[in-house]
């Protein structure tokens, strides 16, 4: 007896694309990048088709290179910065209304197992398919059909073979309680005013002790992270809200609007508005 077809929709066949970016950055040109951010009502799926990039997933990093399936979960922090010298090609498709058995909504990835994963022999039919399934996103009644609603179903299919062959992630994710918690709490309040001293005195421990033992585990500075986090949230709204910069920066905590400008400028290449208007270039035109 064949076994029943899996479905990654539910009965109200809710799967539907809702971005859908095909990002190119030039080598030795300007390197692009994306703040740690997530995306809680959607998956995300990214596929990597020139250059090379530095990925970090759920505080795990990795290299990206051609061929590599990116599957990040709702809800999952992740961020990426492109290789300057080799540049970097990717098609990134967002969806909402998958619906995995045993898994919470737009998730695909089990916990403990990496989400990149190399696509092998399947690389040409995945990049032929989702440059396709991008190409005709600029039509509504073919993005919306039944028959655009199975390709992207046979496309998940396929990537749930491959996370059934993926390794799992290694153990290099272990922190400190201590490092864990702040990392946890500046996830959970990035909207926050926060510095060393402050999360230093919000977990009882001295500064020196924070600012040496975060830096061993993480890599980067206490500051640095947090600034980090708040690029990214500002970064996510202004390709994924129609929010204005003087709000988005403002809720950032940034009151003086010239000031994160040149913040966001510095560290992420381009300014706010630069930003958005890639991103509104890039977006598949029915999107």
């Not at 994963?117 to 991008?134: D, K, V």
């Not at 709204?237 to 000031?259: H, P």
């Given at each position: 007896?064949?076994?029943?077809?899996?479905?990654?929709?539910?009965?109200?066949?809710?799967?539907?694309?809702?971005?859908?970016?095909?990002?190119?950055?030039?080598?030795?040109?300007?390197?692009?990048?994306?703040s740690l951010h997530d995306h809680d009502d959607l998956l995300e799926i990214s596929l990597v088709v020139a250059g090379k990039a530095d990925f970090?997933?759920?505080?795990?990093?990795?290299?990206?290179?051609?061929?590599?399936?990116?599957?990040?979960?709702?809800?999952?922090?992740?961020?990426?910065?492109?290789?300057?010298?080799?540049?970097?090609?990717?098609?990134?498709?967002?969806?909402?209304?998958?619906?995995?058995?045993?898994?919470?909504?737009?998730?695909?990835?089990?916990?403990?197992?990496?989400?990149?994963?190399?696509?092998?022999?399947?690389?040409?039919?995945?990049?032929?398919?989702?440059?396709?399934?991008?190409?005709?996103?600029?039509?509504?009644?073919?993005?919306?059909?039944?028959?655009?609603?199975?390709?992207?179903?046979?496309?998940?299919?396929?990537?749930?073979?491959?996370?059934?062959?993926?390794?799992?992630?290694?153990?290099?994710?272990?922190?400190?309680?201590?490092?864990?918690?702040?990392?946890?709490?500046?996830?959970?309040?990035v909207y926050e005013v926060m510095s060393l001293d402050s999360l230093a005195k919000q977990f009882f421990?001295?500064?020196?002790?924070?600012?040496?033992?975060?830096?061993?585990?993480?890599?980067?500075?206490?500051?640095?992270?947090?600034?980090?986090?708040?690029?990214?949230?500002?970064?996510?709204?202004?390709?994924?809200?129609?929010?204005?910069?003087?709000?988005?920066?403002?809720?950032?905590?940034?009151?003086?609007?010239?000031?994160?400008?040149?913040?966001?400028?510095?560290?992420?290449?381009?300014?706010?508005?630069?930003?958005?208007?890639?991103?509104?270039?890039?977006?598949?035109?029915?999107?």
């Amino acid at each position: 007896m064949r076994a029943p077809i899996r479905r990654y929709t539910d009965d109200n066949n809710t799967l539907k694309v809702e971005t859908f970016y095909h990002i190119i950055a030039e080598p030795e040109g300007k390197p692009w990048s994306f703040s740690l951010h997530d995306h809680d009502d959607l998956l995300e799926i990214s596929l990597v088709v020139a250059g090379k990039a530095d990925f970090e997933c759920d505080r795990v990093r990795y290299t990206l290179v051609p061929g590599d399936l990116v599957v990040k979960n709702a809800g999952v922090l992740h961020s990426e910065v492109s290789s300057p010298t080799d540049g970097f090609e990717q098609y990134c498709l967002g969806i909402s209304g998958v619906h995995a058995d045993g898994m919470p909504p737009n998730t695909l990835v089990p916990e403990g197992i990496s989400p990149v994963m190399s696509t092998g022999n399947a690389f040409e039919y995945l990049r032929s398919m989702t440059a396709y399934l991008y190409e005709i996103s600029s039509d509504n009644s073919i993005k919306s059909s039944d028959l655009t609603r199975q390709a992207i179903e046979n496309e998940l299919s396929l990537i749930n073979m491959m996370i059934m062959n993926a390794v799992e992630v290694s153990d290099q994710t272990s922190h400190s309680q201590l490092v864990s918690d702040v990392l946890d709490y500046v996830d959970d309040h990035v909207y926050e005013v926060m510095s060393l001293d402050s999360l230093a005195k919000q977990f009882f421990v001295s500064t020196y002790h924070l600012a040496h033992k975060f830096k061993d585990e993480v890599g980067c500075t206490v500051n640095q992270y947090v600034l980090n986090r708040k690029l990214g949230k500002a970064q996510e709204r202004l390709v994924f809200s129609t929010d204005s910069i003087k709000q988005i920066a403002a809720d950032c905590g940034y009151t003086n609007l010239q000031y994160f400008y040149s913040v966001f400028k510095k560290h992420t290449g381009n300014t706010p508005a630069e930003m958005r208007h890639y991103y509104n270039q890039i977006l598949a035109p029915s999107i």
